[in-house]
């Protein structure tokens, strides 16, 4: 059974420009999350897509959005980069069901470097 | 918002059993505890979650206080392969996420 598959793994941007990090959840989990994690504000919750639907937000600014396709692949996007966004990048999927007891898998991570 | 803390940092001796707490007084109701761990370069693995009562898993053990206030995550024989970053987190049935500080946990051979 295939994992989570986030791409790309690693990228280099500069200030102001956009990016778009893909995430192919396991097959059959229908919940997409997406986190955020440096090394000073450590794991932060981005938003989480059901069916297509964002379903919950985090505390980032409107630079960060996401969307959910038909198939429940995911996108994230950051426009305007700012140095701060530099960050490994992390997508999660999970079953539907009781969102509390979901179990998440987590991909290995896109890193975004800001320069 | 239900938030965790935990120590930055604990040591075990390989082989010897490992208590991590987390404490997360603002919990509600409806929170499920959650613990997940990272091993570098590598994204977060779940290890245990529950609700209210004590649970098991081949990886771990979960203890939650009867007030729900604080739990414990416990590695009965910690080994090298578990040295790690591990994160309490509290989920909601909103599904909301919030993640602790992490422990990063050093297994001394």
């Known amino acids: 059974k295939a994992g989570v598959t986030q791409t790309p793994r690693y990228l280099i941007k500069t200030r102001g420009q956009q990016v778009t990090l893909s995430c192919s959840p396991i097959?059959?989990?229908?919940?997409v999350s997406w986190y955020q994690q440096t090394p000073g504000q450590g794991l932060q919750f981005l938003f989480e897509?059901?069916?297509?639907?964002?379903?919950n937000k985090g505390n980032f600014p409107g630079r960060f959005s996401g969307r959910q396709f038909s198939n429940s692949r995911s996108e994230m996007n950051v426009s305007t980069l700012e140095l701060g966004d530099s960050a490994l990048y992390l997508c999660?999927?999970?079953?539907?069901?009781?969102?509390?007891?979901?179990?998440?898998?987590f991909g290995a991570g896109s890193r975004l470097t800001v320069l | 918002d239900a938030k965790t803390t935990q120590p930055n940092s604990m040591e075990s001796n390989e082989e010897e059993p490992v208590h991590l707490p987390c404490n997360h007084s603002?919990?509600?109701?409806?929170?499920?505890i959650h613990w997940y761990r990272q091993l570098p370069s590598q994204g977060p693995e779940y290890v245990i979650h529950?609700?209210?009562s004590n649970v098991n898993n081949r990886m771990a053990s979960l203890a939650i206080a009867e007030d729900r206030k604080s739990s414990t995550l416990i590695l009965h024989r910690a080994t090298l392969r578990d040295a790690a970053v591990y994160y309490c987190?509290?989920?909601?049935?909103?599904?909301?996420?919030?993640f602790g500080t992490g422990t990063s946990l050093t297994v001394i051979p």
């Open positions: 999660a999927s999970s079953l539907a069901g009781s969102p509390g007891a979901n179990v998440l898998t």
């Open positions: 529950g609700l209210t």
């Open positions: 987190i509290l989920r909601d049935t909103g599904n909301q996420f919030y």
């Open positions: 897509y059901f069916s297509e639907t964002q379903r």
């Open positions: 097959s059959g989990h229908r919940s």
């Open positions: 603002t919990i509600s109701g409806t929170d499920y």
